[in-house]
Each structure stands twice: as structure tokens, then as C-alpha cells.
């Protein structure tokens, strides 16, 4: 619509004054550029997923908070840090859609946030309000982290631990909710209970999006006590809305995928009857406040990762749309790459683009012979000393009865995982591309590599 001319005469012969709305000025290249310029030069940093990035101005907001805990910490004890702590958890509050501001604990990362919890599910069975033999339900690709929690808490207390094999490649969310309710009938056989179901959002290695709104809602249908969300990857990778996904747990690290200082992590607690049971795990003197005042101090440390949330929103407020604009032009840009990197190595994706999130898995020419994690671990090695590639490699090698994904050559069981972030560019995923290609001809294999 065109601007209303003004009716008013001019002035001196000079043209009224129209006043115009502040153009929005986003942040530039150059700008982008020097928020990431302390990233090593010349690597092809493709696994923004593992460990995240921090940007300049962020890492120099929390120098800081940092400052300010030095200059005068008893101060910053009593007058800054829990105020400021509670800002930060509105923040997230609001990001996720939760109800209260209570139901948000921050913590470390989703190691500590998987601690709390399975060691509430594991009192539960020592004290004998869960049955000895009933069943915790999780996923088989769930990060180790939560894996060794298991075994920590749970199965020394009693508890059964009953893992569900999800199919990769994956062509559907159907394939994953089969299985899924497999493991819920097996966690239910004999009279036994479903204690806990512990559900990836996105799973690591191999990266795929699950569908957790629907399996929720399935162990709501099925009986399931407990669901536990695991979402390590999720903020800034995947739309969250807690109400929406209906778990009574759900974790995401802020470090990765929010641009966050390492380290820092929220937990999201449903209000329940359970919630005064929730415990962090290193107990201080705000033990039974409830879990977010007593994670909110845990002794004497560096919180400075936790203070500048506020600082990391308005950091993504600089790119068009927000944190969902980069959220979208990630996903759409990982997938372009992968396409355009199974296209040059002659294989295929694993799992559609709808259920990629800012990363994405490619298989791996099968000529180069990836059959064991030591060989991924061997190719990746190379990448890195050899083109200065930084990328996971998985290996997936079927199991009995399975056929896998062909390539001209054979069966791929070698995957790439790659991740994009802002500060990637087309020439780094060229540089990949090429180094595979430059392998897959000469012949290299995990065993050439050897030598």
C-alpha cells in the first residue's frame, strides 16, 4: 500500500516531513565473520552438533559476569546471582512454553539433567514404591551418558531396563513408532510396569528426529508412569513446545544449538505430586527448596554460562526471524549439503529430509569399508589431520536378517553426520566432498589407514 500523501502545505516551499519506520538492520556478513573469528582457521568445522559455538559478543558478556563474581563476590552472592538466575529461567520459560517459571531448573548439561531424574526413578525402586522387574523403556542410540545413568540408578535398585532397536536408515515415523510399541508390550509382559520411558527427540548417532509428540502420547495411552524427553540437540535445532509434547521431563542443552557458553543445560519438570522428590545431585544448603532453587547453587563455581541467556536471545534477534529463522535456514541448508554430497558419492540420505534437524547423515561410499566404530573413529582421525575435516563418522552395519542400503558397490555402512551452523560456508562441505571422493579412488580403506 502506497504512504497517504500529507494534505498539510508546505513550509517555505519545502516538502512536509514524513515520518518512516526504523528500517530493520540485521547482522551483516563482516559482522558474522568476526562473531566466529576465534574459530581455528582453516577447519571445515562440520559438528557444530557435539560441542555447539559461542559467539565473540556472548563470550564476552560472560567475561563480564565473570568480573563482576571477582570484583566483589559477596555482593554478587547476595544481590545479582539469583536474580539473575531467575531471568535467565523466564527466558527459557517462555522459549519452550511452559506454565511456570518453577518448572525450569538450570543445570549443567543433560548429563546432570538425566542424573536427576533416573536417581529419583531409582529411589523409587529402593524404597518400593516401583516393583523390582518393572521395566525403564528407552531407545538403543540414547546418548552413553544416560546409558551409564541407567546402570547407576536403576538397575542396581532393581529395575529392568528393556531397549528398543530402532530401524537405519529410516524412511518414516511409522517404522519408529512400531518399534516403539514393541518395547512397551515387552516392558508390560508378565504383569510388570513401564516405570519411565525414555525418549529421544533427536538422537545423536545416528541423527534422526523422533517423533516424541506421538510417542508420548502412545505411553500415556499404554500406562507408562513416567516419560522422560532427552532433547540434547533441541533448542535452536527443532521447534519446543512442552505443553505440546505433554512429557513430564524434558531436558535440552543450550550450549549446542543456542549459542551458549559451555556449559548449560534446563530442566523442564511438569508440576506434579513428585516434583518436591526431584533432587540435583550435588547436595547444598537449598536442598528441599525444590530442584530449580537447589540447582541454582551448587556450592561455589563459575554460573556465568547460566547468567547470559538473556544476552544469547537478543544475540539471535540480530538474524532475520529470530532463533526459528536460523532454525529453518539450517535445517534447509543441511539438507541441500547432504543432498548435494550423497549426489557426488552415489548414495543416499538416511532418513528423509523432514526428519533431519540442523543435521544430517549421509552414507559413505561402501569401497572404503567402515564395518566397526574403531574404523569411524580411524576415517574421522584422517579427515581431521589429513583435509582438516571435522566430522562424526557412525557405523551401522545390519543386523541378522537385514539388508542395509546399496551403493553400486555394495552395502553402505559407513555414515557421515553433518551439522550447519551460521557460520558455515559451501566451501567446507566442498572440502569434504572431495576429500571422500579422493579416498574412495585411491583405494583407502580403515586398513590402508592403518599403516
Not at 545479582?80 to 519452550?96: A, E, M, Y
Not at 540480530?318 to 535445517?331: Q, S
Request: charged share 20%; hydrophobic share 40%; glycine share 6%.
Amino acid at each position: 500500500m502506497a504512504a497517504l500523501e500529507d494534505p498539510r502545505p508546505a513550509v517555505n516551499g519545502a516538502a512536509p516531513h514524513v515520518s518512516k519506520k526504523p528500517k530493520l538492520s540485521f547482522i551483516t556478513e563482516s559482522e558474522l565473520r568476526d562473531e566466529f573469528a576465534h574459530h581455528q582457521p582453516g577447519i571445515a568445522r562440520l559438528n557444530n552438533g557435539s560441542f555447539g559455538s559461542c559467539p565473540a559478543s556472548i563470550i564476552a558478556a560472560q567475561r563480564r559476569w565473570q568480573f563482576r563474581f571477582l570484583r566483589q563476590p559477596d555482593d554478587f552472592f547476595f544481590n545479582q546471582l539469583q536474580p539473575q538466575i531467575i531471568q535467565s529461567r523466564t527466558v527459557i520459560k517462555d522459549l519452550i512454553n511452559a506454565d511456570h517459571v518453577d518448572e525450569v531448573a538450570i543445570v549443567d548439561n543433560a548429563t546432570t539433567a538425566a542424573a536427576i531424574v533416573l536417581q529419583h526413578v531409582g529411589w523409587a525402586f529402593a524404597e518400593g514404591r516401583f516393583q523390582k522387574g518393572d521395566a525403564v523403556v528407552m531407545l538403543h542410540c540414547a546418548f552413553q551418558a544416560v546409558k551409564k545413568s541407567i546402570e547407576a540408578y536403576v538397575t542396581r535398585a532393581g529395575g529392568s531396563v528393556i531397549v528398543v532397536h530402532l530401524p537405519f536408515p529410516v524412511s518414516s515415523n511409522e517404522e519408529i513408532i512400531a518399534e516403539f510399541r514393541k518395547g512397551l508390550a515387552r516392558g508390560k509382559a508378565n504383569g510388570k510396569k513401564v516405570r519411565l520411558a525414555i525418549i529421544d527427540h533427536i538422537t545423536s548417532m545416528p541423527c534422526v528426529v523422533i517423533p516424541a509428540c506421538e510417542l508420548v502420547r502412545i505411553c500415556r495411552e499404554e500406562g507408562v508412569e513416567r516419560v522422560f524427553v532427552d532433547a540434547a540437540h533441541a533448542i535452536g535445532n527443532i521447534h519446543v513446545d512442552v505443553k505440546d509434547i505433554g512429557a513430564d521431563f524434558y531436558v535440552s542443552n543450550l550450549h549446542k544449538w543456542f549459542f551458549c557458553p559451555p556449559s548449560v543445560a534446563f530442566l523442564y519438570c511438569r508440576k506434579s505430586p513428585v516434583s518436591p522428590d526431584l533432587h540435583h545431585p550435588v547436595v547444598s544448603h537449598e536442598y528441599g527448596n525444590g530442584l530449580a532453587i537447589e540447582s541454582a547453587w551448587i556450592g561455589t563455581r563459575d554460573y556465568s554460562s547460566q547468567l547470559v541467556i538473556p544476552e544469547v536471545l537478543e544475540f539471535t534477534r540480530r538474524f532475520e526471524g529470530g532463533l526459528e529463522g536460523i532454525r529453518n535456514r539450517n535445517h534447509d541448508k543441511v539438507v541441500e549439503m547432504a543432498q548435494m554430497l550423497a549426489k557426488a558419492w552415489g548414495t543416499n540420505l538416511g532418513s528423509p529430509p523432514e526428519m533431519c534437524p540442523s543435521m544430517a547423515m549421509i552414507g559413505l561410499p561402501s569401497k572404503l569399508g567402515v564395518l566397526s566404530d574403531d574404523d569411524a573413529l580411524k576415517l574421522r582421525s584422517h579427515l581431521r589431520d589429513h583435509f582438516l575435516v571435522e566430522v562424526p563418522i557412525h557405523c551401522e552395519v545390519p543386523r541378522d536378517g537385514e539388508t542395509g542400503a546399496m551403493d553400486a558397490d555394495g552395502c553402505m555402512t559407513g555414515y557421515v553426520r553433518i551439522s550447519h551452523q551460521v557460520y558455515n560456508i559451501l566451501d567446507e562441505y566442498i572440502r569434504l566432498r572431495d576429500a571422500i571422493i579422493q579416498l574412495a579412488q585411491n583405494g583407502v580403506t580403515w586398513k590402508t589407514l592403518q599403516s
